[in-house]
């Protein structure tokens, strides 16, 4: 019996990684792009539901989102690592050891985070920009939202469990299932009850409380290999060291995202204003949904690339890296056809009755994905390095993105353009450029050292976990 369930993970080191890339990917992506495409349909909700100032208003909790979205992914993504190497290494002990200590860190990480930041509410959006129009808009949004953070976190956590033990199509109904419920829940909370802002986020916590229960009784299937039971349920320091540091670069990710996000929001209303800041929150739904099916690719990659390496198969690792590094820098060709060539057509739909609004942020997108084909590159080369443990490098490219080449754009580019405006829509394009040469540089790198390996002697060979 315990053969059998063994089995199942056998196919992450036998099966083409092409065929396995699409099988893993593709759920993922499918699941990632169906939550952006929610993203943008609740904008469109709150946009003709609500009007212009609350999309202007929602565009600030944009950097918000990324703090409490940084402490999730830390212990959700890391975690979700960690389990792919361990069974990998075929150390189901610990592989088991670690989902119960998803769920604990999950709900007092999600507790004490949600509550901490809901009493600071005011001043925090104060501080992100918001202006006495949008800030009503923001808090009534945000504070659901917190109110509800250890859902998101737990919901978030389990998902990315399932991808790591091998069952990504039911981590895929997972989010579909919550992207439907929230559509549904949308518009009768938004137009028939009339909670306006607030309605869009009760729809997001209910719908996620939902899918939470059906992810927990997955997991509390005694047939599966991982799964729930109360031996689990107990603080392993050693699991939680190891897992909040491979998932320290996703964090660094989020939290960089948070703080650059507040100085852009600050910076668009001292040369733009609150229609600047909602051109802002428009263009990074087109964004994030191009950047998170990217993430789908990611997804898929990461049990692949971390049981292989688990298990010392480096061809297989390289194998899977290259597919990804093609796959992504298609899906991010793709934004940058849309963007520059068709922007109006995706904008308007958020601001059907506010053309100034509409030809701000069209041309603002143009300029913003300008240097997204080869964006996919450093997406999947920082998600690489995290995938098979080597978190300082994916840490490191992390942070040059957003704070080395990022930070200095917003501060510098307004000042050497004639519209300053103008400079904080070409900040984006100008550090992922530099962050992606970078990133092509340490992959080939690695990939040379990842070759040695390969023709060393099998007791020569290690991994860092």
């Known amino acids: ?140 949004f945000m504070s659901i939202i917190l109110v509800g953070n250890v859902v998101t976190h737990m919901y978030l956590g389990l998902n990315a469990l399932l991808r790591s033990t091998n069952r990504p199509q039911k981590a895929m109904c997972a989010t579909i299932g919550t992207v439907v419920l929230n559509c549904i829940l949308a518009p009768i909370f938004i137009f028939v009850l009339g909670w306006g802002i607030r309605g869009a986020a009760t729809a997001t916590i209910m719908a996620q409380m939902i899918m939470l229960t059906w992810q927990l009784r997955l997991f509390s299937n005694k047939d599966e290999l991982i799964h729930l039971n109360r031996s689990i349920i107990k603080l392993d320091v050693k699991i939680v060291k190891e897992s909040l540091l491979v998932g320290l670069p996703q964090f660094l990710i989020n939290l960089c995202a948070c703080l650059v996000a507040a100085m852009m929001t600050r910076s668009l209303t001292t040369y733009g204003g609150d229609m600047a800041v909602g051109a802002f929150g428009i263009c990074n739904r087109f964004i994030l949904f191009i950047v998170m099916v990217v993430i789908g690719l990611n997804q898929g990659m990461q049990p692949i690339a971390g049981y292989n390496f688990g298990a010392r198969r480096y061809d297989r690792v390289l194998g899977v890296l290259n597919k990804a590094l093609i796959f992504g820098s298609v899906i991010t060709l793709t934004g940058f056809v849309i963007g520059v060539f068709f922007p109006t057509p995706f904008v308007s739909v958020f601001a059907k009755d506010s053309p100034q609004l509409i030809k701000m942020s069209a041309h603002a997108l143009s300029c913003m994905v300008m240097m997204f084909p080869i964006v996919g590159i450093q997406i999947v080369s920082t998600a690489f390095f995290q995938s098979i443990g080597y978190a300082p490098k994916s840490i490191f490219l992390s942070l040059t993105r957003q704070l080395i080449f990022l930070v200095p754009a917003i501060f510098i580019l307004p000042h050497l353009y004639a519209d300053p405006l103008e400079g904080l829509w070409h900040a984006a394009p100008v550090a992922d450029g530099l962050a992606s040469v970078l990133a092509i540089t340490l992959l080939v790198l690695q990939v040379k050292k990842f070759k040695k390996q390969m023709q060393a002697p099998v007791e020569n060979m290690h991994t860092p976990l």
């Open 1 to 140: 019996m315990e053969q059998s369930k063994t089995n199942q993970f056998n196919v992450l080191a036998e099966k083409p990684v092409g065929s396995l890339l699409m099988q893993y990917a593709i759920p993922a992506i499918v699941a990632m792009a169906a939550s952006s495409v929610y993203n943008i349909i609740d904008g469109i909700f709150i946009g003709q539901g609500v009007g212009a100032e609350a999309i202007m208003g929602l565009a600030l909790t944009g950097p918000l989102m990324s703090l409490t979205a940084a402490f999730g992914a830390m212990v959700g993504v890391g975690a979700a690592t960690l389990m792919s190497v361990k069974l990998g290494q075929k150390d189901y002990g610990t592989a088991q050891k670690i989902l119960g200590n998803v769920v604990i860190m999950n709900l007092t990480l999600g507790i004490v985070l949600g509550l901490l930041l809901l009493v600071f509410i005011n001043p925090i959006l104060r501080f992100f920009g918001a202006s006495d129009v949008t800030l009503p808009y923001a808090r009534n």
